[in-house]
C-alpha cells in the first residue's frame, strides 16, 4: 500500500472516523486514501487554526482522540495557537502535516512550503512530535503519537510526514490497538489518604477536568454522597456532578461565601486539578491546610498548593478504592450539607444581583437547552459572568470553553462538538472581537450542515480589554479596544446562515427558539449596548500583579 493509505489505516484502526483539515501538495495522498478507503470523514475548514480547534472540540466532547491535517511550514504554523489551547485544556489531538521530501530536510533550498525545522516548532507545542525516517516507520511513529496522547495527563502530539514517504509502495502490516491500561494509584498512599480524609468533619472535594478525563463522575458522585462533602469544581471540571445536585458548589470558588464555606472546611479532597491561575485568582485563594491530592500527573502535586497526602495515578481506579476503604463514612458535622448549600446560593445570588437584564437571558438559555446540551464559551464576558459560572451543567462533556482564555476559539470548538455529537444541541456563546476571528468558518458550518446556535453578543469591541483600561488604566483608550464591525445579521445571511438581531433581554427567547430549531448554524446577535452592559466581575482576568515582599 503507499504511504497514504498506510497513515489512514492506522488512523482506522485506532477508531479514528473523523479529520478536520485542509487539502495541501503535502498532505494530498492522504486525503486520496481517505476518499478511495472510506470509513473516515474529512471536514474540510478554511483556516488551519479551525482545523485543530475543530478535532479539540471533538475530543473534548467524545473523549476520543481528535485529529487534524495541515499542510506543510504556514499551515503547521497556522495552527501552533490551537495546540496551546488544547495543550491548555488536556485534550487529545493528534496534528497530522505534512513535510518536504526527506532527502532535502535540513538544506534550506527554497521548496514550496519549506519550513525552518518544523519538528522543532512542533515539539514546542506538543506533549510529543515525531517524524518517521521511512513508509516503514509510519505505523510506529503514530501509534506512539496516538499513546502519548492518550495515556498519562492528556495532551495534543504531532507527527510530520515527508511527501516521499506518503507516496511510497510498501508491503507493510497495520498496527492493532487494543486500549491502553489506566495508571493504578499506590495502595499505601491511598490507604493513607483515606485516613486523613476520613479524620474530617468539614470535608470538601475539589473537582478538575481530569475527573472528566477519567470518566469518573459517577465515582467522584458516590464519594460526595458517602462523605456528605460539598464539591466545588474548577471550570474544567463543570459537569463532573450535575450542578442541581445539593452537595455541588459548581465553580464559585472565588466567590466570598464559598471562600468563606473554604475557610471553615477541615480537610479538602482534590481530584484532576491544576488549580490553575484564573480558578484561584493566582493562587491568593485560601485552602484548607489538610488537604489530599489525587492526580494523573505527578508534577501537578504540591505545585501550587501544598498537600499532606499525594497520590499519583487515574482518578477512576483512585476514587474508586477510596470508596472501598471509605464504605463506612465519615462522621460529618450536624448541618454541613445545609452549609454547603447555603454557601452555594448565597454564591450564585451574589452573581445574579450583578448580571442586571443578562440573568433573565441566562433563565431562558438554561430553560430552553436540554440537560444534555454542549454549551461552548469563547473568552467573553457573557462567557465570565455567567456563561462559565452560573449556567447551570448537568453532564460531563457538555461544558466547553476556552481554556487558555485566548479569545477566537468559540465557534470551531463548537462546530468540533457538533461533528462529535450529532445527536446533541450544541450552542456556542461568543462575543464580537472573538468571533471574528474564526468566522470564515461559518461556510464549514453551512458545508458540513453543523446545527450550532450562536449566540453573538456584540458590544462593539474587546469588552473585558476595555473593562481593564476603565478599571486600571483611568479609562485610557488604546489598540483599538473599540472595534468597527460588520453588520453581523448581513454577514450571517450571506452564508445563509438564518439570524436575528435583539436589543432587549425580552426578545432573546423567541429568536434563541428559532435558532434552535434550524435544521443547520443559526445565529442569534444580542446587542450588548441596547440589552445594556456588562462587567467582569473581579476586576477582570487580568490585574495588576501583587507586590512582593
Known sequence: MSGGELIVKTLAAAGVDTVFGIISVHNIPIYDAIHRLGGIRPVPVRHEQAALLMADGYARATGRLGVAITSTGPGAANAMGSMAEAYWAGSPVLHLTGQIESRYLGQSKGFIHEPKDQLALLQAGSKWAGRPHST???????????????????????VELPIDFQYADEELDVPVFEGYPRDEPSSDDLARAAEIVAAGRRPLIWAGGGVIAAEASSELRKLAELLGAGVITSINGRGSIPEDHPLCVGALALEEPVQALL??????????????????????????????????????????????????????LGLQELLQLLESGAPVDPGWAERVGRAK?????????????????????RTALP?????VKDATIAAYTWGNRLLE???????????????GPGLPLALGAAVARPDRQVVCIAGDGGFVYNLAELATAVQEKLSVAILLFNDGGYGVLRNIQD??????????????????VKLADAFGVPSRRVESAERFAPALREALAASGPALVEIDVRAVGPMTVPFGGTSRRPTPQR
Open 345 to 365: 446560593a448565597e454564591a450564585r445570588g451574589a452573581l445574579r444581583a450583578r448580571l442586571g437584564p443578562y440573568d433573565r437571558i441566562l433563565d431562558d438559555l
Open 371 to 375: 440537560r444534555d446540551a454542549i454549551v
Open 471 to 488: 478599571q486600571q488604566f483611568e479609562g485610557r483608550r488604546m489598540a483599538s479596544v473599540d472595534l468597527v464591525n460588520p453588520d453581523f
Open 393 to 407: 451543567v448537568y453532564e460531563p462533556r457538555t461544558s466547553i470553553h476556552s481554556a487558555s482564555l485566548a479569545i
Open 136 to 158: 516503514e516507520d509510519i505505523p510506529a511513529v503514530l501509534g506512539e503519537a496516538i499513546r502519548r496522547a492518550l495515556v498519562g495527563r492528556q495532551r495534543p502530539v504531532a
Open 263 to 316: 475557610g471553615e472546611a477541615d480537610v479538602l479532597l482534590a481530584v484532576g486539578t491544576r488549580f490553575q491561575g484564573y480558578n484561584t485568582r493566582n493562587w491568593q485563594l485560601g485552602l484548607p491546610r489538610t488537604m489530599v491530592h489525587l492526580d494523573i500527573d505527578p508534577e501537578e502535586i504540591g505545585r501550587n498548593y501544598p498537600v499532606v497526602q499525594g497520590v499519583v495515578g487515574d482518578a477512576k
